[in-house]
């Protein structure tokens, strides 16, 4: 037994080839330190960092980092150190950290400034962090000055159509009722943008029943102009996968009645619409589907899209 225990003591010895390999890597470290040194900044930034981590006071784990900029740093300096790519990144990491009112507190600072920041390719990220991490109520503020300004403009712009879809996902629908109202005053522009469609398409996944009821027959109604549209088709295939089943039956119908279908089934967006138009439709009303999307067979086979909807018939 105490032979056995000693053998554990020992250190494990190691196949000749490995002691080799073993040595030669060691050769090479020293190799690259002696004739190639590290350059002076990236020395600099590993100083730093060693300084950084002695200075932690709760953490012997040197993989354990601290955020850049700690909680007490950033209060009276929020909007400040949001208007660039460092700066935001270390106000989205004091926004976790903090809990209740200093968070409350650090959100506030931006009153003034949602507009700015809705469009400001870094301080949106800000404000989407503010939208997940704080209570709908303490959001009213951010609301307020999206309607002050303009809802179609927020929807339809490339920072502010993602502030817009967290809103909806997080807010209460009281609060964001107005935001929907004036989308549905703009929906035929809206759902046609570039960055508008999310937004809509987001809508009728989200939104209230009574709202995406409302969406669900615009699309309805205004069906053949959003099929055939690049954008427009991605809501159109929207509707048909989120809205209520008896609105995805009624588009379908408008579809085939508006003889689009063939000419979406070869579109990125629109080839989606299309089989789900077969799988929504039933009977005589599929089968009429059927045959007219088989008599641009030739098409679609020669349509990366549309050989999809080939293969669903």
Aim: charged share 25%; aromatic share 4%; proline share 6%.
């Amino acid at each position: 037994q105490q032979q056995q225990q000693q053998r554990q003591r020992q250190p494990p010895t190691l196949p000749p080839q490995q002691r080799q390999s073993l040595h030669r890597r060691h050769d090479d470290v020293e190799h690259r330190q002696q004739h190639h040194p590290m350059p002076q900044h990236r020395q600099q930034r590993k100083q730093q960092k060693q300084q950084h981590l002695e200075e932690l006071p709760h953490t012997t784990n040197p993989d354990v980092m601290a955020p850049p900029c700690a909680p007490a740093d950033v209060p009276g300096r929020v909007w400040e150190l949001s208007r660039d790519a460092k700066g935001c990144r270390e106000v989205q990491l004091a926004l976790e950290a903090a809990r209740g009112e200093v968070r409350r507190a650090l959100v506030l600072e931006l009153r003034g400034h949602v507009w700015e920041a809705l469009l400001c390719p870094y301080a949106n990220f800000v404000l989407q962090k503010c939208v997940a991490t704080l209570e709908p109520e303490s959001l009213q503020f951010i609301i307020d000055e999206i309607l002050q300004e303009s809802v179609e403009k927020a929807a339809t712009n490339k920072f502010g159509c993602r502030v817009f879809q967290r809103l909806v996902e997080r807010c209460v629908d009281e609060q964001i009722s107005p935001l929907v109202e004036a989308v549905l005053a703009s929906f035929s522009m809206i759902s046609r943008h570039p960055c508008g469609n999310y937004v809509v398409q987001h809508l009728l996944s989200h939104a209230a029943p009574e709202h995406r009821h409302r969406l669900s027959q615009l699309v309805e109604c205004e069906v053949r102009g959003l099929a055939t549209d690049c954008f427009g088709g991605a809501v159109v295939s929207g509707a048909l996968s989120t809205a209520p089943m008896e609105v995805q039956v009624s588009i379908a119908r408008a579809l085939v009645r508006e003889e689009v279908l063939d000419l979406i089934a070869c579109t990125p967006h629109g080839h989606i619409a299309a089989i789900r138009t077969l799988q929504v439709l039933e009977g005589s009303e599929q089968e009429e589907a059927r045959q007219i999307l088989l008599a641009g067979e030739s098409t679609l086979q020669a349509s990366k899209w549309g050989s999809l909807v080939l293969r669903s018939l």
